[in-house]
């Protein structure tokens, strides 16, 4: 396989997975406003505590493949959406240093509370901002005012939807994860943000189909769109299995992977929509990758640390397997 295709695949995976974990541990600290009785909030720390920060080792290593693999795209994305970029990482600072404070606080645990809701919210729009702005595209001409880009409609309107999927993913978590009243709010917040993401998955979709002359001869031009539309139909399929799932008490985790299913078919649809490019318009893979040697170097890092990674991310989800059956002693 060509070794750049192959960093590319790689890169890939380390995103899902990053979007899948802390998606939906992010989306646990979007949803804590809407928990407010005795104990709930305390339930919500509780259930992810033991997985949040393991789960940002994906944002790690996939920030390091594309440093070491793409380090052409890595400085065009750092220089472009540098703001965003930094407005992210102080949120899961703040978010992190509230975990740890709001177990011991007393008198403070209202603001740790604020800190860790409010880093959650804000880390997942900066993250759909940057999103949005690298699908839309950022014109070489326009580079050194690109500082500003990522405020345009469709980068929101990407933050916003980014937040509402990462807050599904957080709702099914909890309904798999909790009992009573916990697990029948969430589902009932879960019902109403499946409507809400898969009603911005189809604004996305058009808006990006209709702006973009590329990507509308991807999916549209001769019989494209037969060959993908599997993408769609199994995405609207899932939902609707979700939403039948989140009514019954049987095989509660089922609509979480129902819900990773959808992420995991329009994140394909992302790729094919922008495939072979990093950056739109800019930068192709082959065009960003380093030179064969430093690819053949990394391959040594690659070959240890993702079998790495993942046994220590299975090992920990297993023996922390099953629901939280009280928040002051956790499993």
């Not at 009992?179 to 604004?203: D, E, F, P, W, Y």
Request: neutral net charge; aromatic residues 18%.
């Amino acid at each position: 396989m060509d070794l750049t295709l192959f960093y590319f695949l790689i890169l890939g995976f380390a995103v899902f997975m990053y979007v899948l974990l802390d998606g939906f541990d992010l989306g646990i600290g979007i949803l804590y406003p809407w928990f407010d009785r005795a104990g709930e909030k305390d339930h919500l720390m509780r259930s992810i505590s033991h997985v949040w920060d393991g789960n940002e080792t994906w944002l790690v290593f996939g920030g390091v493949v594309l440093f070491a693999a793409f380090p052409a795209a890595y400085a065009g994305i750092l220089s472009t959406f540098y703001l965003p970029i930094m407005l992210m990482l102080f949120a899961l600072i703040f978010r992190g240093v509230a975990f740890e404070y709001r177990f011991k606080a007393n008198t403070s645990k209202a603001y740790w509370d604020f800190a860790f809701s409010a880093g959650s919210a804000v880390a997942a729009f900066c993250q759909g901002l940057i999103l949005g702005s690298i699908v839309q595209g950022v014109n070489a001409s326009q580079i050194a005012d690109a500082s500003w880009y990522w405020l345009s409609p469709f980068a929101i309107l990407t933050g916003f939807s980014v937040m509402a999927g990462y807050a599904l993913l957080g709702a099914s978590y909890l309904y798999m994860k909790s009992r009573g009243r916990i697990q029948s709010h969430a589902a009932h917040i879960a019902k109403r943000l499946l409507v809400i993401v898969m009603v911005a998955m189809l604004l996305i979709s058009l808006w990006t189909v209709i702006s973009s002359v590329d990507i509308r001869a991807r999916w549209f031009s001769g019989l494209n769109f037969v060959y993908l539309s599997p993408l769609p139909i199994m995405s609207v399929g899932l939902a609707l299995a979700a939403w039948r799932a989140f009514n019954k008490l049987d095989h509660e985790g089922r609509p979480f992977w129902m819900v990773a299913g959808i992420f995991l078919l329009g994140f394909a649809g992302l790729v094919v929509s922008l495939f072979p490019y990093l950056m739109p318009n800019q930068l192709t893979i082959w065009d960003a990758a380093a030179p064969d040697s430093s690819l053949e170097f990394l391959l040594v890092g690659i070959v240890i640390f993702i079998p790495l990674i993942l046994a220590y991310t299975l090992w920990g989800y297993r023996v922390f397997a099953g629901k939280v059956e009280d928040y002051q002693e956790g499993y």
